[in-house]
């Protein structure tokens, strides 16, 4: 699918724990190249710990802080971009729906309005793209129904246990579904048997899920290596990739290319 390389962008991150942490510092490196406006915003209400310095990317000085703040302000300090960060859960589609709505960019540029003749500048709205970083399937139903009361919208979803893992990217254009998202290729994901963060008990989330160092890392290149594809090459073919890091194995799905560009 081509998509457009010129329009500003705003990225959207749940999660930045496990493979969120590690996506954050690539991706901060990539949109301080782009030449067009850029927005990343981090959201996550978790607070680091000690058991999360093992394979998160976190150091003892973070203890105590909220992960997204700790990410969202050292990254934005190194690259000179403006940080923002939201530090709780996301756990509603209103919230969801107003974090992923796009802004209009007014360009030098004037276009005829075809209604009243009058020419007026011309406004860009954002390319939008909502990363799902989240340890729950809670999480990515809600992120799943967003994603279907979009009309534009691009879904990518990370999820991995201790050496396996999957990549989905979803895509919405014109309020039709172009690329399946997470939750029509894993159809469990509507019917979670979890919770969401806020409703876990302090004592079911001293347990962490059981994750690797190195999967959360390979999912994270995988996330970032996507999201490059469509921001800086204008094309991903990339449905869904899986990995195993026992065989350090990688597969991805393919869909053919469609050459309107968004």
Known sequence: MIFSKKRPVKIVMLGAGGTGAHIAPHLYRLLYALDRPVRFIICDGDLVEEKNLVRQNFIEADLGENKAKVIAERYSDVFGLETSYVPH????????QELVKPQGFITSRFIRNPKTHV?????????????????NNSS?????????QSD?????DSGNGEYTGQIVCGVRRGGKTM????GMLYPEVNHPEDLLPT???CADASVSAP????ANLMAATAVVTMIYNILVLGNNTVQQTTFSTRTVNIRSTQKQTRRKAA
């Open 211 to 214: 994750q690797t160092i190195v």
């Open 179 to 182: 690329y399946k998202p997470v």
């Open 89 to 96: 859960f996301i756990e509603s589609t209103q919230r969801l």
């Open 119 to 135: 020419y007026q500048r011309e406004v860009i709205p954002e390319l939008v793209i909502l990363i799902g970083a989240v340890d």
């Open 199 to 201: 409703e876990v008990s």
């Open 152 to 156: 534009e919208l691009i879904y990518i």
């Open 140 to 148: 990515r139903k809600l992120c799943h129904e967003v994603f279907l």
